[in-house]
């Protein structure tokens, strides 16, 4: 099998022969020496700063690739040279660099989107993250006594404040919260769900494989459609360890649908000794028509309505940080406490800064409306948006006269597995660009760009829905499509 060497000779010696009829060793001393460019690197653009280590592997890399090409032949004098070995060492880096985590500008509309983050913090808890991030904080010290004291007390405390539960606990997500629930209080024992509830939410997060991590067994009752509270009280024997609800947060069963609610699975439950567990998902905090709207159950209906544990995740509804909260009974919260896996699902000093600052703009919820983002921008009326997005048309038309911009109205939905079925009307910022130009490159420019920006292409166009682009981050936004237009073929 070696003769395919053979025949490729010709092919090689041809070309080589066309550029330079140097043989081989004499082209590979056409490439710097690595003295050389490291000196070069010192005054070079974006290698300049960069510690020696990385420039060096970029550089040996980048000097692998010109070896290759010249064994190929066909290398110009000026691609030998330092500043050409320098560039390729750059966009080594900026390759390497583009998994960075980098800000985005989201021009989806999807306002709580979990692949950009979910909820945008309010800048009353990025002051507290940035107070506590760079230096030591109170977190395990009751600074009353100088002893060691409780981490997230305070965010315990504000939680209690908010809700009327007896106890609360946090950790580091809603996941962490279900398992640390099944496992701290049905380990080795059955838990009882019904068929329409037994929900996936993305990645590996699949309800019966939870069930089993955690230790205890479930046991479905009722149809996907309709599940009766008998279907429950039928099951319940000395294995069952808790009821638990799960709430249907990225997807709803309608029409010829039923389901026993909070209030009679409390009762059922505490008929029988067991635990209700009630997994809220999304927890909507504050009362009130935002959520009864959109049919979404609030955390404090559902302990009103006798559950003996509720959770839900910071960064969903509530517009905090990531953390899972766990609220309800005292005596069941601290059987969660005392459980070996607490440890390993708690959160860290950031997020407790985070959470307390939320927490706090909750006290007055008009201020809470107006100051955490996901909440003012789920509720941003669809005539103010218009105004915005004929703001934003009327600058870039004149930045971009030949492009066509145009305001329509649109829809747009909650994301991050949220008011799955409530989608709220919008202003869009249509985008047809001049020539024969492909919006999916275009788009893909505005992505790769440091802000980064996503969008959405619908009928031929690019669209910008403003639900999720606050006025600040105009400028940088037309800055950014300026460019990617500047960049593209025509
Ligand atoms: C989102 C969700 C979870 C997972 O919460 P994370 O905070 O993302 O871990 C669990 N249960 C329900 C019902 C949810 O909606």
């Known amino acids: 099998m070696e003769p395919p060497r053979e025949r490729q000779k010709p092919k ?31 005054s070079f653009e974006t290698l300049r700063g960069t510690p020696h280590a990385v420039v060096s592997e970029a550089l040996r890399k980048a000097v692998a690739v010109l070896r290759e090409r010249l064994q190929k032949g066909g290398v110009t004098e000026k691609e030998c040279g330092v500043d050409a070995v320098l560039s390729q ?13 980098r800000r985005v500008i989201n021009a989806t509309g999807v306002v709580l989107h979990t692949g950009l983050g979910r909820s945008v913090l309010p800048s009353v808890a990025i002051e ?30 504000l939680l209690l404040e908010l809700t009327d539960a007896e106890a609360a606990m946090v950790v580091n997500n809603n996941a962490a919260a279900t398992m640390l629930a099944l496992h701290a209080l049905a380990r080795g024992r059955e838990v009882i769900v019904s068929r329409g509830q037994l929900i996936e939410i ?16 479930l046991h479905e009752v009722g149809t996907t459609n309709k599940t009766r509270l008998r279907d429950y009280e039928a099951v319940i024997d000395e294995q069952t360890a808790m009821i638990m609800h799960v709430h249907t947060s990225n997807y709803r069963v309608v029409g010829f649908s039923e389901n026993p609610g909070t209030k ?101 919820p008009d201020r809470a409306m107006r100051e955490i ?13 218009v105004t915005r997005a004929e703001k934003l048309s009327d600058r870039l038309s004149s930045v971009l006269p030949d492009d066509s911009f145009m305001v329509k109205s649109d829809e747009s939905f909650a994301g991050g597995g949220s008011l799955p079925a409530w989608p709220f009307p919008t202003a869009v910022v249509c985008w047809k ?37 606050p006025e600040h981050e105009y400028d940088e936004l037309i800055q950014m499509m300026m460019r990617g237009r500047s960049s593209q073929g025509h």
């Open 12 to 42: 090689t010696v041809t070309k080589l022969a066309a550029e330079s009829t140097r043989p081989n060793s004499q082209a590979m001393a056409r490439i710097p020496s690595m003295t050389a460019l490291l000196k070069a690197a010192e």
């Open 89 to 101: 060492a750059r966009e080594i880096l900026n390759a390497r660099r583009a998994h960075r985590l």
């Open 128 to 157: 507290r993250i940035g107070g506590v991030a760079g230096g030591y904080c109170s977190l395990e010290i009751d600074l009353e006594t100088g002893k060691r004291g409780r981490r997230g007390r305070h965010v315990e405390e």
């Open 202 to 217: 993305g990645g590996s997060y699949r309800l019966p494989e939870v069930m089993i991590a955690g230790g205890s067994t």
């Open 264 to 364: 009679e699975l409390s009762e059922l439950a505490r008929a029988h000794g067991i635990i209700m567990f009630d997994d809220l998902g999304s927890g909507a905090l504050l009362d009130g028509e935002v959520w009864s709207s959109a049919n979404e159950p609030t955390v404090a209906s559902s302990l009103k309505h006798g559950a003996d544990l509720v959770s839900f995740s910071g960064d969903k509804l509530l517009g905090g940080p990531q953390a899972g909260i766990l609220l309800g009974r005292r005596s069941i919260i601290d059987r969660l406490r005392n459980d070996p896996m607490a440890r390993a699902l708690r959160v860290d000093k950031l997020t407790v800064a985070a959470l307390e600052a939320v927490l706090e703009l909750y006290h007055d």
């Open 373 to 385: 983002p996901l909440l003012a921008r789920l509720v941003e009326s669809e005539s103010m948006l």
């Open 433 to 469: 660009p001049a020539g024969n130009v492909s919006l999916d490159e275009l788009a893909q420019k505005l992505r790769l760009g440091d802000p980064s920006v996503l969008c959405r292409i619908k009928e031929d166009a690019i669209h910008l829905d403003l639900r999720t682009v």
